[in-house]
């Protein structure tokens, strides 16, 4: 479970975050929406412990990310936009690196490899360094270390950026997949299919603000027709125009 309270980011005098409050539930996944700017990676990088609030707190699993840094951190898995990998490592020294950072003894992290291996269907380059990886394949090896732990919290900033079809339909599955074992999902993204398919609740951000949040139905209701995602959020994050 994630939860946050009375969250804010300032920069200076520029506010990234106004002041946020949101439960995240245990099998939940949540889709973060919101234009350029709007401070969903502000908001990313303080949940996942790489920026401090300016005021306010996230638990994950009940552990404080700011006291309780590494026991919070043992439940959280984060997954930024673009992977970074040891180039001369191949994908499966990479994954025994991050076992061994999370303590997960050699007799285990090898049959934990080769499930990732299949779940991502990385068999053909697994041993082959990174530095010749594609970036769909650094992604899947990217999740793939996420999940080794068997995190109990997943945040994801932009997960489908650059993954062909496959790829990307490998990554949906996972979410459902992790999100029925219990695994809460946090997922940021530019693309309202995804959040349209895979989502239990979707909080659409403007401006350091959350100003919509809910089923994909109660979003609908909020803007009072039978629309899709992207009307939705068209209508919702449209700047007013000031005549
Ligand atoms: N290090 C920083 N210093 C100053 N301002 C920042 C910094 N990082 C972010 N901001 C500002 O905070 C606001 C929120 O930025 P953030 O990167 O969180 O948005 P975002 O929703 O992730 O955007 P995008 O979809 O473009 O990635 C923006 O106005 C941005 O200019």
Redesign the pocket.
Known sequence: MIKIEGLSKH??S?V?LKKLDLTIQKGEIFAFL?P????????IKMMVGLLRPTTGAITICDKDIVKETIDAKKYLAYVPDQPYLYDKLTGREFLEFVALMYKIPQSEAGEKIQNLVELFYSHEYIDRLTENYSHGMKQRIVFSAALIHDPRVLVVDEPMVGLDPKSAAIVKNVFKDQAAKGTTVFVST?SLDVAEQIADRIGI?KH?EIIALGTLEELKQQVKKEARLEDIFLELTEEQSHS
């Open positions: 920069y200076g520029k990234g919101g350029n700017g709007a401070g969903k990676t502000t908001t530019h951000i350091g």
